[in-house]
């Protein structure tokens, strides 16, 4: 069976880099506190089930509220569909053109406004209400999965080295490289320069982490 070529990623790029690098940075709260001095087999383990532990909750309320920013934003645009259809003309434009972002509403004619209100006007039915569908529980369940999985490669090599400070080094070098990717990805999908991209994000999660440590996480 082949596979559709129309079909579209579960989240799109700026989603699943930003859950990546956002479990990926409270995984590293973690493994930036174990003293390299103390840190015996006992302490290791604490601290990946304190890090597994932490990103499971803070993933599911990450899916949880992905939810609600979903059924909020589809809410908010039944209501202006609803606002248009019962509004004259100007009225109706005016509104579609408040909805735009300032830089695309400047791009924007009257005439195309009209066309977009005609054809809202001409649906057959507005829903009365917004609802949550099987693949806004994927996207959930995708933002849970990217949060969890971010702990396990800079926790890893704690669980599988003996030598807590080569684990710890290792450890960094693993999250500097996801967060560089991470920076390359946005970079390319936003059209900057994708090297520079991963490189300020590489500076960028240093300091949240330090940021993170210093206010007690």
């Known amino acids: 069976m082949g596979v559709d070529p129309k079909r579209e990623p579960v989240l799109d790029p ?3 880099v930003s859950e990546l690098i956002f479990g990926l940075l409270m995984a590293l709260s973690f ?4 003293s390299v001095a103390e840190a015996g087999r006992q302490e ?9 532990g932490c990103n499971l909750a803070w993933g599911l309320v990450d899916a949880v509220m992905y939810l609600v ?6 809410g908010k645009s039944l209501s202006l569909l609803r606002a248009v259809r019962g509004a004259d003309a ?5 509104l ?3 909805s735009l972002a300032p830089g695309v509403a400047r791009l924007v004619s009257s005439d195309e406004l009209e066309t977009v209100r005609s054809r809202i006007v001409a649906l057959p039915a507005v829903p009365a209400r917004s609802r949550l569908g099987r693949r806004d529980l994927l996207e959930a369940l995708a933002v849970f999965l990217l949060v969890v999985a971010a702990t396990f ?3 890893v090599p704690f669980a599988v080295m003996n030598d807590a400070a080569a684990a710890k080094h290792v450890s960094r070098i693993v999250a500097l490289a996801m967060l560089f990717l991470s920076g390359l990805t946005l970079g ?7 090297w520079r991209a991963g490189i300020v994000m590489c500076g960028l999660g240093t300091v949240l982490v330090l940021a993170i440590h210093l206010l007690g996480g």
């Open 188 to 194: 390319h999908h936003a059209g900057y320069g994708g």
């Open 31 to 34: 493994t930036g506190a174990v």
């Open 44 to 52: 290791v383990r604490t601290m990946f089930v304190a890090a597994l």
């Open 153 to 155: 490669p800079v926790v």
């Open 69 to 74: 920013r979903t059924a909020v934003g589809r």
């Open 90 to 94: 100007p009225a109706g434009r005016a």
């Open 14 to 16: 700026v989603d699943r």
């Open 96 to 98: 579609i053109a408040q």
